[in-house]
C-alpha cells in the first residue's frame, strides 16, 4: 500500500521569501506523484505531477518539485512567494495503473507581509 | 483546460432527510469519476471510484447503503446521502478523469453538506 506523509502541518513565510513544503511516501511500487494546491472552500487545483523522466518537475504559479526516488521525497519549492500563495497544498501519490490518489495531511501556507 | 462543476456549492438539510450531489465534467468524457470527503482541517479520502455504466467501487468503511453512486454518462456522476445524520456533515468533492489521460484528476469545487 502507499502513504504519503507531509512533514510540516503549518509552514509561516514571509512574502518574497523561498519555501519548501516536504513530502515523503512510501510505496513497493512505481508511483505517480502529485502537489496540489486549495484555497478556503474550493475544490484543488494541479500545481504540478510527475509521471517520468526529468526529476525536476516545474509547475503553475512558480512551483516546482524534485522527485528523489533514494529518498522517496517530492519536495515542493518556490522561490519567492506571494501573499496570494497562502493556501493548503496537499501531497499525493498514486498507482499508475488504478488512478486512485492516496493525498498527504495537508500543509498550511501562511504568507506574511 | 478540463472543468468539472459541482451542485450544489452548499446544501443544509434536516436529519433523516436525502440529499444529492452532482459531479458533471463540462469539456470533456469522464470515463471514472472518484468522489471525497474532507473534514475540517483535514486530507481528502477516497469514498469511491465510479465508472461510467458499471457500480462504484467503494473504499474499505464507507457504507454502499448510505453513500448512493451512480455513473450514468459520461459526464455526469451524482453522489446521494441517504438518511443523512449531523455526522455526515462534511466537504464532499469530486474528480473526473478522461480515457486518454488516466494520470490526470480534474477537481470540482466541493459542495459543503451540513446536517442539522
Known amino acids: 500500500a502507499q502513504s504519503v506523509t507531509q512533514l510540516d502541518s503549518q509552514v509561516p513565510v514571509f512574502e518574497e521569501a523561498p519555501v519548501e513544503l516536504r513530502c515523503n511516501y512510501s510505496s513497493s511500487v512505481s508511483v505517480y506523484l502529485f502537489w496540489y494546491v486549495q484555497y478556503p472552500n474550493q475544490g484543488l487545483q494541479l500545481l504540478l505531477k510527475?509521471?517520468?523522466?526529468?526529476?525536476l518537475v516545474k509547475g503553475i504559479n512558480g512551483f516546482e518539485a524534485e522527485f528523489n526516488k533514494s529518498q522517496t521525497s517530492f519536495h515542493l519549492r518556490k522561490p519567492s512567494v506571494h501573499i496570494s500563495d497562502t493556501a493548503e497544498y496537499f501531497c499525493?501519490?498514486?498507482?499508475?495503473?488504478?488512478?486512485?490518489?492516496?493525498f498527504g495531511q495537508g500543509t498550511t501556507l501562511q504568507v506574511k507581509p | 483546460g478540463a472543468v468539472v462543476s459541482q451542485h450544489p456549492s452548499r446544501v443544509i438539510c434536516k436529519s433523516g432527510t436525502s440529499v444529492k450531489i452532482e459531479c458533471r465534467s463540462l469539456d470533456f468524457q469522464a470515463t471514472t469519476m472518484f468522489w471525497y470527503r474532507q473534514f475540517p482541517k483535514q486530507s481528502l479520502m477516497l469514498m469511491a471510484t465510479s465508472n461510467e455504466g458499471s457500480k462504484a467501487t467503494y473504499e474499505q468503511g464507507v457504507e454502499k447503503d448510505k453513500f448512493l453512486i451512480n455513473h450514468a454518462s459520461l459526464t455526469l456522476s451524482t453522489l446521494t446521502v441517504t438518511s443523512a445524520h449531523p455526522e455526515d456533515s462534511s466537504f464532499y468533492i469530486c474528480?473526473?478523469?478522461?480515457?486518454?489521460?488516466?494520470?490526470?484528476?480534474?477537481f470540482g469545487p466541493g459542495t459543503r453538506l451540513t446536517v442539522l
Open positions: 499525493a501519490v498514486s498507482r499508475s495503473n488504478t488512478g486512485k490518489l492516496i
Open positions: 510527475y509521471l517520468s523522466g526529468s526529476t
Open positions: 474528480s473526473a478523469r478522461s480515457l486518454d489521460r488516466v494520470d490526470t484528476q480534474y
